[in-house]
């Protein structure tokens, strides 16, 4: 009971000093246009990055569906070589297409990437 009667008293005692009306107003007004700014810039954004992330995601799927009917369609890149040293067989670089090909995926998805990035940033899709 003590704390809601001293919460009483303080905002019995609060006297805020105003200054001049049209001078309150107007800094009012100034905040409430920077606070509505500031959620339209936000607002923007947001949807600029969704659009993003969805280009991404689309550029990301188009890539894998690349990926799978270069695998498909090569089936040779993926099988081990056969390569005969001194009488002796082993697998010669048989990891080196998989990786090549790993890496070119992930470069034209990177590429992709930077390129949707920089589209949004230009053109503020």
């Not at 009306?21 to 409430?32: A, Q």
């Not at 606070?35 to 600029?48: G, I, N």
């Not at 280009?55 to 056969?82: D, E, N, R, Y």
Request: aromatic content about 10%.
């Amino acid at each position: 009971m003590k704390e809601k009667i001293t919460i009483e008293e303080l905002f019995a005692r609060y006297q805020p000093d105003m200054g001049d009306r049209n001078e309150y107003l107007e800094k009012i007004s100034k905040k409430l246009e920077a606070a509505e700014y500031a959620k339209r810039y936000r607002e923007a954004q947001t949807r600029r990055y969704r659009r993003m992330m969805v280009a991404v995601f689309i550029s990301g799927i188009v890539t894998g569906a690349i990926g799978i009917v270069l695998v498909l369609s090569h089936p040779q890149w993926l099988l081990p070589t056969q390569t005969a040293f001194v009488g002796v067989s082993f697998p010669a670089f048989s990891l080196l297409p998989k990786v090549l090909l790993l890496l070119a995926i992930c470069f034209v998805s990177w590429c992709i990437t930077g390129l949707v990035r920089k589209l949004s940033e230009v053109s503020h899709i």
